[in-house]
């Protein structure tokens, strides 16, 4: 059993839960996920079963889709509703048509800082970590990009959005820089993940939807983790070759450096070349099982 799994993952459990989860659904040891969601965000995780988990660094760095609900008037240390409010003020002059006028310094190339409470590292430690014993750090500023931030309703104090965004944005931070810019404070009260790059929820599987019994209905094939790359069919003789470790003549234009997904004689995949002058090098092999 081995391939891409779509978990829409439930609130309440972290993404390490899931893959836990699915290793005894599974009774296959080596599952791994890309992309982290926090405990109080739902929606589409990216699971990989088997040798499929060698792919991961090619599901990871792509931009992601989020529908956020903001919560205006209150701040939290971990910029989210799972944090201690730190800080009340008054949002009632806020109006939709402030939070508009606000919006645009949020789209484009912009600077955040990620939460206190966070798994980045410092030092080797996840500052989250670092915050529970009452260590201060100072957390540089990262770069990310947002493609798109728009207010999908304003309930006051509850604001909803969708986002369009780099690999590496944390939302809990535009919660609160938002709220910071609009003078009343803000953090997350609900997160989810609707798309990371070509993948959808709406094609994911509820986590308790799985069974023992279902999940390979619900597996996608091995190469769904690198689709995006294209597909190099070879003869029996080139995909042995390819097999053993030897590099194949290649007369197409591909530009060097260019990754393809390999199919043997059979239509099965075998893994990733890539292409080099006048040859296509392997790159990660999956020998046939």
């Known amino acids: 059993m081995e391939g891409l799994l779509l978990v829409d993952k439930p609130e309440g459990m972290s993404s390490h839960d899931?893959?836990?989860r699915v290793r005894g659904l599974s009774n296959v040891r080596r599952v791994g996920h890309a992309g982290t969601l926090?405990?109080?965000?739902t929606g589409l995780l990216l699971v990989s079963i088997?040798?499929?988990t060698r792919l991961n660094e090619y599901l990871v760095g792509h931009g992601k889709a989020y529908r956020a609900t903001v919560r205006l008037g209150q701040t939290t240390d971990s910029y989210d509703a799972e944090g201690e409010i730190t800080v009340e003020r008054p949002y009632t002059?806020?109006?939709a048509a402030v939070i508009e006028e606000v919006l645009p310094a949020f789209r484009g190339t912009i600077q955040q800082r990620p939460p206190i409470y966070s798994a980045i590292k410092k030092n080797g430690q996840p500052l989250y970590k670092l915050a529970r014993k009452g260590i201060e750090v100072d957390v540089p500023m990262r770069e990310v990009t947002i493609s798109s931030i728009e207010m999908l309703d304003f309930t006051p104090p509850f604001l909803q959005l969708e986002i369009y965004c780099s690999s590496g944005t944390y939302i809990r931070s535009i919660a609160h820089d938002l709220g910071e810019?609009?003078?009343c404070g803000g953090h997350i009260t609900q997160l989810r993940r609707t798309a990371v790059d070509r993948f959808q929820v709406a094609?994911?599987?509820r986590l308790n939807d799985l069974t023992p019994e279902t999940i390979v209905e619900y597996l996608l094939p091995p190469d769904t983790a690198v689709s995006a790359f294209p597909r190099l069919d070879l003869l029996v003789e080139q995909a042995n070759d390819l097999l053993m470790g030897r590099f194949l003549e290649r007369t197409d234009g591909y530009e060097i450096g260019?990754?393809?997904r390999v199919f043997n004689a059979d239509g099965l995949f075998i893994g990733?070349?890539?292409?080099a002058d006048r040859l296509w090098r392997p790159k990660k092999i999956f020998h046939p099982l």
């Open 181 to 183: 810019a609009l003078e």
């Open 38 to 41: 926090d405990p109080l965000a």
């Open 18 to 20: 899931v893959v836990n």
């Open 93 to 95: 002059s806020i109006t």
């Open 258 to 260: 260019t990754l393809a």
């Open 50 to 52: 088997g040798r499929v």
């Open 203 to 205: 094609d994911a599987v």
């Open 272 to 275: 990733i070349a890539v292409a």
